[in-house]
């Protein structure tokens, strides 16, 4: 068995992150993008030349078995991170996530199963677990579909879970909070927020008083690693989460000071989700990530916004503060 790793979903957000801290580590790693024919590597291409040059990047689809099959040879690890993500976008197109999120998980586990490969990660998300019932959120807390998007994840993570007890692929669930930093797109709040208060306000946010535990995204990159190394984590669900929960009015109002304007908040209702769907609050439990994988946040809230308000600031022309980003 080769030393090689595949990530899925490697131009994405997360998935771009993880791919520089491998190689930066010394780890020979394949890439999986999404094909398109402008031959685009997503959030690949805005990592420095000499990290990318030393990625191997293959093209296909999540969905297609075949391309997954042929991505999966000759590997020991896999980081599967290939999802659609975006909240809002679920309600206009819920059939795309059952087709990405719970058939591309199915794919991905068959291929390691018939490659033996030596140990998956699977991408879940703390949406799987909706309003909470009580905080801090810990594995055991009730899954709840309240949106297309976390459904599909909830079935895709159950059927992680069933091929762990079915065939004894050894695969763990990682469930990453509200994960935040360089890169990440104005479909999520924070960029949306800071991109907005640096062209001059005002900052336009659908419901203000929902709470979310952000954590930085080098802090989930070393929960993917903790429980890609770890024996203990096998066969589990694990929770990655900052521990620390804050309000979006909250939020706005820190980053607003963390740059030094005074735009004004506004709620608009074109952005507001169905009243039944919106996750109220989020606060994660940790302690099973650093009892069985020695995992702890290393950088806080407002480092990781500082971190993120550079980059937006220099990378400010990708963001379309005038629309809405689904």
């Known amino acids: 068995m080769s030393d090689r790793v595949l990530a899925t979903g490697a131009g994405g957000f997360i998935g771009s992150h993880l791919v520089e801290r491998l190689v930066r580590e010394g780890t020979r790693v394949r890439a ?5 024919s402008r031959n685009d590597w997503g959030n690949l291409e805005l990592i420095e ?22 991505a999966m040879r000759g590997v020991r690890t896999v980081y599967h991170l290939s999802s659609l993500i975006a909240i809002p976008y679920s309600y206009v197109a819920p059939q795309s996530y059952v087709t ?8 991905v586990l068959q291929a390691a199963r018939e490659e033996g490969v030596e140990r998956v990660v699977h991408t879940s998300t703390s949406e799987c677990y909706g309003t909470a019932r009580y905080v801090p959120i ?11 998007y976390a459904a599909s994840k909830i079935g895709a993570d159950m059927i992680a879970e069933s091929y762990w007890r079915s065939f004894g692929l050894p695969v763990a669930t990682i469930r990453p909070f509200n994960t935040f930093g360089p890169r990440q797109s104005a479909r999520a709040v924070i960029p949306t927020i800071i991109s907005q208060a640096l062209k001059g306000g005002p900052i336009r946010l659908g419901a203000l008083t929902p709470t979310r535990d952000m954590n930085y995204v080098d802090n989930t990159v070393d929960g993917f690693i903790a429980i890609a190394t770890r024996p203990s984590a096998v066969g589990e ?56 994988t020695g995992w702890t946040p290393a950088v806080d809230l407002e480092e990781g916004l500082r971190r993120t308000i550079e980059w937006v600031a220099r990378n400010l022309d990708r ?4 629309v809405y980003n689904v």
């Open 319 to 322: 963001f379309k503060t005038h």
């Open 100 to 107: 990405t999120n719970v058939q591309g998980a199915i794919n």
């Open 49 to 70: 030349p000499a990290i990318k040059s030393e990625v191997e990047v293959v093209t296909g689809d999540v969905a297609d078995p075949f391309s997954v099959r042929n």
């Open 32 to 36: 999986f993008v999404h094909y398109n």
């Open 237 to 292: 669900v694990i929770n990655i989460g900052s521990g620390r929960e804050i309000s979006i009015a909250d939020l706005a109002r820190l980053i607003v000071k963390l740059i030094g304007t005074h735009a004004e908040v506004v709620n608009e209702a074109d952005r507001l989700r169905p009243a039944a769907s919106e996750v109220e609050r989020l606060l994660c439990n940790n302690e099973k990530a650093g009892r069985l």
């Open 138 to 148: 810990d594995e055991a807390h009730p899954l709840q579909g309240q949106s297309p």
